[in-house]
């Protein structure tokens, strides 16, 4: 069954449009013909699951994502981990590789035209990955979460790959305008990046990780 929570009861209510639901399903310890019955399934009901190891879903979703990221985006400081360890390097890594299998699933079922829509801090590399791989996708993205402030979010030492993954969305959807105003600024003093802001229009400039080329992106 789906789940009840807030994001699905929303999207349950969207009519008119064929949608298609990518997400990751938590059965770790199953064949191949197990996993090949799972997809059949689901894809009758307009779903795709994602199958990760047990060890890489423990290190991405309660690792990285509940215990980094969450705690960091709620102001939680006193929950931080100690970003030296090896345990923190291959939470991040683990982190990258979800991402990473999300964009190469995603990327087999959408079309170059279709509108893809993620959701929160679990999937922030998506967007980027996913438009190195289909240029013309529509994407749009939504925290579900605070964005913390500046002081707070350049704790994180991935600060810069984050916000790179993101500004490849085309829509970036925030609760308040206080969140956007802590993300904008973060982009504006970690990235170097030109914003300017008329209306609901919003362009900017980002030079790459390499300082070799200069990223322009805009959304309305």
Known sequence: DFSSGGMVSALAGVRGLRMMWVGWADVPDTTAAERAEIRRVLWARGCIPIFLSRELAELHYPG???????????????????????????????????????????????????????????????????????????????????????????????????????????????????YSRHFLHACTQLLGAEVALEGRHLSWDVKSADGATTLRHSLN
């Open 64 to 178: 990285f994502c509940n215990d980094v990221l969450w705690p960091l985006f709620h102001y939680v400081v006193s929950r931080m981990p100690d970003t030296s360890g090896g345990t923190f390097s291959a939470q991040w890594e683990a982190y990258r590789a979800v991402n990473a299998q999300f964009a190469h699933v995603v990327s087999r079922v959408a079309g170059p035209h279709d509108l893809v829509w993620l959701h929160d801090y679990h999937l922030m590399l998506l967007p980027s990955m996913l438009r190195q791989r289909e240029p013309r996708l529509r994407i749009g993205w939504y925290l579900h979460t605070p964005w913390p402030a500046l002081e707070v979010f350049r704790t994180l030492p991935m600060r810069r790959d984050i916000l790179r993954g993101l500004l490849s969305a085309d829509v970036l959807g925030f609760h308040i305008y206080e």
